[in-house]
């Protein structure tokens, strides 16, 4: 479930644009094994410019390239390898890299995905015991930032695409 949640917030959830400036970056806290994710450009007009961003209109792979548990990156290690493409058809295949733990139980999963423009939001398997809704902190061609929960816990990732 971590992983299923990680890689959605990463491209849930997918990356945001960078402007270039240093606010932008993930910034490092006192302890190294914190990390705190910020907001960074939505780039996306529309729903349409949204979900465009999201899948290029041809399907597009987000890789994670941070991941964090309330500020914590204890499980970043083994989330680093996870990979979700967005199709257009509004479907998603997730690839788990190495198992973070019991709740990471399966390598590949299957589902759909639509976005909110309005709320900023990337939700996966709408109307399914397994919905998870996340907010995009970040969209861009090639960066996609995303913000959840898990447990009462804040999520955030940073995903990018190839």
């Given at each position: ?136 902190i970040g969209l ?23």
């Open positions: 479930m971590k992983k299923y949640l990680s890689l959605i917030l990463g491209i849930a959830v997918l990356s945001t644009g960078c402007n270039g400036s240093e606010e932008d970056e993930p910034s490092n806290s006192s302890s190294s094994k914190e990390l705190n994710i910020e907001a960074a450009a939505f780039l996306a007009t529309d729903s349409t410019s949204m979900k465009n961003l999201i899948d290029a209109g041809v399907g597009k792979t987000w890789s994670t390239l941070a991941f964090t548990l309330a500020g914590s990156t204890a499980f970043q290690s083994c989330r680093l390898d996870d990979e979700m493409e967005f199709n257009t058809d509004g479907t998603y295949t997730f690839r788990a890299g190495e198992t973070c733990g019991a709740e990471d139980n399966q390598e590949v999963r299957v589902g759909t995905w639509e976005v909110n423009f309005q709320n900023e939001t990337c939700i996966f398997d709408k109307g399914s015991s397994r919905e998870i809704t996340a907010t995009v861009s061609e090639d960066e996609f930032r995303l913000s959840g929960s898990y447990m009462m816990m804040e999520v955030r990732g940073i995903f990018t695409s190839n």
